[in-house]
């Protein structure tokens, strides 16, 4: 069975990550998690005091960017894994909407991403991995055999989001998560570098109404195509 890369890309909290992490476990390949690439910077960012809510100091940040270091580590204990950044466990902090905001536009600047690129390339360098983000398959992967691309209402991404940050004991309320992913979508679809946007050759994936087992049954049967044959 020859090693393959598989590029997930969609909208925020379509559950690319479950889907992605779910694969790469059945495939034994390498999950690669973009999105939290890209909120480790941004914490960086936020605790060098580099950007705040309304502004980021963008020539700071350039001659820094150098200076972020990410890597994935498997959990000793139980499953998953958590991310590093220089060397420190961020999984939880980079996972609270503060940094998910100032994620989503960090990730508008083209040397952030020009460098965080380079860094996942690298990772992919050997194939074997599941890789999601927003600009996998059109951007970081180009080449990638198997490209997925992920959909779902606003009010279902919403509501899966507010579910996720309830059971981490992260309070918000509902209208602000649904703000949140609305003005995400926004951003990521009209950003000048590297929008988000379907690649052509991706398989669209509305899972609106699709459970977990239903996406990780059909993910797995496209997988087996492109490796099998």
Do not use: W
Request: glycine share 6%; with cysteine; aromatic share 6%.
């Amino acid at each position: 069975m020859k090693k393959i890369i598989v590029a997930v890309d969609g909208y925020s909290s379509c559950g690319k990550s479950t889907i992605a992490k779910s694969l790469a476990n059945y495939a034994g390949y390498t999950y690669i998690d973009t999105g939290a690439m890209y909120r480790a910077a941004a914490l960086y960012a936020i605790q060098e005091g580099l950007m705040n809510a309304e502004t980021i100091h963008e020539q700071a940040l350039r001659e820094k960017i150098g200076n972020i270091h990410i890597d994935f580590r498997r959990r000793t204990a139980g499953e998953g894994q958590d991310t590093f950044l220089n060397g420190e466990n961020v999984e939880s902090i980079i996972r609270t909407l503060e940094v998910a905001n100032a994620a989503s536009r960090i990730s508008t600047l083209a040397f952030v991403r020009e460098e965080l690129v380079r860094q996942q390339q690298e990772m992919g360098r050997d194939k074997g991995i599941v890789m999601d983000g927003r600009d996998i398959g059109t951007v970081v992967f180009p080449q990638a055999e198997l490209k997925l691309f992920l959909t779902a209402s606003p009010e279902i991404r919403a509501q899966r989001r507010f579910d996720e940050l309830q059971q981490k004991g992260v309070e918000e309320d509902f209208q602000s998560v649904l703000n949140n992913v609305i003005e995400r979508d926004y951003r990521d679809t009209h950003r000048e570098q590297s929008p988000l946007k379907q690649a052509d050759d991706a398989i669209l994936l509305d899972n609106s109404q699709l459970t977990i087992e239903q996406q990780n049954e059909l993910v797995r049967k496209l997988f087996e195509e492109k490796t099998v044959s």
